[in-house]
């Protein structure tokens, strides 16, 4: 069946790396949107990054330049590769996605949880 799996958080000393995976089964690539999002307790869901099928990326600002977030058709499996960890990125990480997310390039649709229909059951990275 449809479903998202993520794996590889974990906890780490700042300055350290951490590559998150998301194994995706029951559907392809195709048109989707494949995003990483993250929740802190009591705050909002917010978007980290994000991959159109094209090979397209997004990313929020505070991780622009340490995190990379890529995919592997042939193993349905998109990563979201972490270094330089600050305590701030402490949260739990979900994948997401969204059949039909191509159209969301150029805009900020990515960033927002209540746009994907596919959800992961998240893993969570705590830097200190």
């Known amino acids: 069946h449809v479903q998202l799996v993520e794996s590889g958080g974990g906890s780490v000393q700042a300055g350290g790396s951490l590559r998150l995976s998301c194994d995706a089964s029951?559907?392809?690539?195709?048109?989707?949107?494949l995003g990483w999002l993250r929740q802190v307790p009591g705050q909002e869901r917010e978007g980290v990054a994000a991959?159109?099928?094209?090979?397209?990326?997004e990313y929020c600002d505070s991780v622009k330049g340490r995190f990379t977030i890529s995919q592997d058709n042939a193993k349905n499996t998109v990563y979201l590769q972490m270094n330089s960890l600050k305590p701030e990125d402490t949260a739990m990480y979900y994948c997401?996605?969204?059949?039909?997310?191509?159209?969301?390039?150029?805009?900020?649709?990515?960033?927002?949880?209540?746009?994907?229909?596919?959800w992961g059951q998240g893993t969570q990275v705590t830097v200190s």
């Open positions: 029951g559907f392809t690539f195709s048109r989707t949107c």
């Open positions: 997401a996605a969204k059949y039909g997310g191509d159209w969301w390039i150029g805009s900020d649709s990515w960033r927002y949880s209540d746009n994907y229909n596919l």
């Open positions: 991959i159109y099928s094209g090979g397209g990326t």
